[in-house]
């Protein structure tokens, strides 16, 4: 196996690695070792923009993905639209950077519309203003093209189809991690480990506490098979929209989500028995197509094979009466086409790790912003189904206009030589219900990565990197923060 040109080293030593007793039962099967300055573990958001980043920032960056493609939850769950990147007025754009990057070029090539020309009370979005105004659709195919595209032209080596399946521990430092493959097991050393794969599996794994959901009852947020309808009338839904508009739960602008009067139809004609009485639908780029939100699997433990295998088939029952009413009760999408449902079935909470710092949801909501944040967000606490399938939390920023992820959330306790981004980050579940969608979740992958070079670059630990010195070079990398 070649990882192509930087600093690769072929069949460097295991000699100095003291792999823990979970990693010697597969040790005679690893046969071939892999050295980079930064491995990423998970090639979502998160993990796509801390490895760019990392080659950006001069480091050998190994980047493995599960997959076939680059996204995560917004390719292969067809999770979107971004949600919003800018300030709690929708005045500022804060979250720039390489989230901006992938934008604008996803933009230039017809793949996005941009968030500044993306309003709430739109096709595209929901009725609510803050914190669904400006939000970014886009094409997913586009978005995995130019994810590949950004890889190569940082020099960010590529594996797909690899799992990450432990970490190579040297006592308490992180040394690297042992990956499956198609080829069998493969080790690979590297200076920092990134893991951005959405469950903390590397933290874990490495023996960092995590919790999962949230601790009272380890409840998590519900899961979703999202899936894509295409040959749908725009103008025929919208004249179904504005008809009902007397009919909204909200009466402060047009809401393009519900339908909850066609749900109401077919629960009294036997054609709908799900626990949901409203849809959530999304406008793509394409004006025929739209992206549904509305399946929801309660309970899902994504770390636990046999409950994330079923949620899987779950997901799909769930679709296909949701499309059957669809093409039933629906004006303009009588002739629709259901075009795929996610390659994934999307989770939006399992493991939580403990950080340097946890983000708590007094700081999101009271808007604070310590000196070391890498980035600065004003998304709401929206956490669905906790308390059942039909409930909603949704709670805005109540002072400031945005606050701030310090560097230590990415930070894990007690392994020495590694990192986290997205959606597994050092918060409570409240916090991480804010801080989990997608503008956020990239830049706090661009503050690993670059984290992560600059350790490289230095010799520092993460834990001991100057996070003066990284939130000056994400300024001049075109973050914004404040
Ligand atoms: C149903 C749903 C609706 C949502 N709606 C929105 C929305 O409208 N707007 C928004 O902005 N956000 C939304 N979100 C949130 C957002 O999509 C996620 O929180 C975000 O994608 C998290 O990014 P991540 O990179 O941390 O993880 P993920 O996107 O989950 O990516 C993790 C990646 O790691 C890979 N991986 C995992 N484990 C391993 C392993 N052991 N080895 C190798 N690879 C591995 C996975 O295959 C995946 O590609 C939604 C999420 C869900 C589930």
């Not at 009725?127 to 886009?138: A, E, L, V, Y």
């Not at 739960?249 to 054609?271: C, I």
């Not at 000196?371 to 909603?392: C, E, K, Q, T, Y």
């Amino acid at each position: 196996m070649d990882f192509g040109r930087r600093s690769f080293l072929k069949g460097a030593s295991m000699a100095a690695v003291s792999v823990p007793a979970v990693a010697a039962v597969s040790a005679a099967s690893a046969t071939t070792t892999h050295e980079t300055d930064v491995l990423v573990a998970g090639g979502g958001p998160a993990g796509v923009c801390a490895a760019i980043a990392a080659a950006r920032n001069g480091a050998s960056v190994l980047l493995v993905e599960r997959g076939n493609c680059l996204g995560g939850m917004a390719t292969r769950g067809l999770v979107g639209p971004f949600m919003t990147c800018y300030d709690k007025t929708g005045s500022v754009q804060i979250i720039r950077g390489l989230f901006n990057e992938i934008v604008e070029r996803l933009v230039a090539r017809g793949g996005a519309i941009h968030p500044k020309d993306c309003r709430a009370g739109t096709a595209f979005t929901s009725w609510i203003k803050i914190g669904h105004d400006h939000c970014t659709p886009f094409e997913p195919e586009a978005l995995k093209l130019l994810l590949d595209e950004m890889c190569a032209e940082a020099g960010v080596k590529v594996l797909f189809h690899a799992d990450f399946v432990e970490p190579l521990m040297d006592g308490t430092r992180i040394a690297g991690a042992r990956l499956f493959t198609k080829a069998g097991f493969r080790d690979v050393r590297a200076k920092v480990v990134i893991d951005a794969t959405g469950d903390a599996d590397v933290a874990f794994r490495a023996g960092v506490p995590t919790e999962f959901g949230d601790p009272k009852g380890k409840r998590v947020q519900p899961a979703t098979m999202f899936f894509r309808i295409g040959n749908c009338d725009l103008a025929a839904i919208t004249a179904d929209i504005e008809a009902n508009k007397d009919n909204f739960y909200r009466k402060d602008g047009v809401n393009y989500r519900s339908l909850h009067w066609r749900v109401a139809e077919a629960r009294a004609a036997g054609d709908w028995n799900l626990k949901r009485v409203s849809i959530g639908l999304f406008r793509g780029v394409k004006e025929d197509e739209w992206f549904i939100n509305t399946s929801r699997i309660m309970g899902v433990d994504s770390t636990d094979p046999e409950s994330w295998s079923a949620a899987e088939s779950a997901g799909r029952a769930q679709v296909d009466q949701i499309f059957r009413f669809f093409r039933k009760y629906v004006p303009g999408c009588r002739d629709a086409r259901l075009l795929c449902t996610g390659s994934t079935v999307g989770v939006r909470e399992s493991r939580h790790v403990f950080g340097e710092y946890r983000l708590t949801v007094d700081d999101c909501l009271e808007g604070r912003v310590p000196a070391d944040s890498v980035l600065l967000a004003a998304n709401s606490v929206d956490i669905h189904g906790r308390f059942g399938p039909m409930s909603n939390q949704y709670v805005t920023v109540k002072n400031g206009n945005w606050y701030g992820v310090p560097y230590r959330c990415l930070v894990p306790l007690k392994v020495e030589g590694l990192l986290v981004a997205g959606r597994c980050l050092s918060a409570t579940s409240e916090a991480a219900g804010a801080v989990r969608v997608m503008p956020p979740v990239m830049a706090m992958g661009q503050a690993a990565g670059t984290a992560a070079a600059l350790c490289v670059k230095t010799g520092a630990s993460p834990r001991s990197l100057d996070a003066a010195a990284l939130v000056k070079t994400l300024k001049e990398q075109g973050a914004f923060l404040g």
